[in-house]
């Protein structure tokens, strides 16, 4: 079996991936400021409560959650990119000492 990954690409990848996510914060903060508005809004009441009940829900913490997950994921995807690359020159070295005779 035999595989090989382009390290630049597949940084590209997890740079894309990052920028895409960054619409989860945007996403995130427009839905808080929008909760706070409508309870500024309509002042005290019921109505306010409610409000208060429903920007409290885990939407707004699951999405917050998702983009932690994905920035996990692709920080960890770039440390594995750099390791591929360590293990990669570690390979070529010693097969060059081997093709040339000298045990490394």
Do not use: K
């Not at 690409?9 to 989860?24: F, S, Y």
């Not at 409560?49 to 995807?77: G, N, Y």
């Amino acid at each position: 079996m035999t595989w090989s990954i382009d390290p630049v690409q597949a940084r590209a990848v997890c740079r894309a991936t990052d920028e895409h996510a960054q619409a989860i914060d945007d996403v995130v903060t427009a839905t808080a400021n929008a909760f706070d508005a409508a309870q500024t809004a309509v002042g005290e009441g019921e109505t306010s409560t409610a409000l208060s009940e429903v920007a409290a829900d885990p939407f707004l913490i699951r999405l917050a959650a998702i983009r932690r997950h994905v920035s996990t994921v692709t920080e960890t995807t770039q440390s594995v990119i750099s390791f591929y690359e360590q293990a990669d020159d570690d390979m070529a070295a010693q097969t060059q000492s081997t093709m040339s005779g000298v045990q490394p």
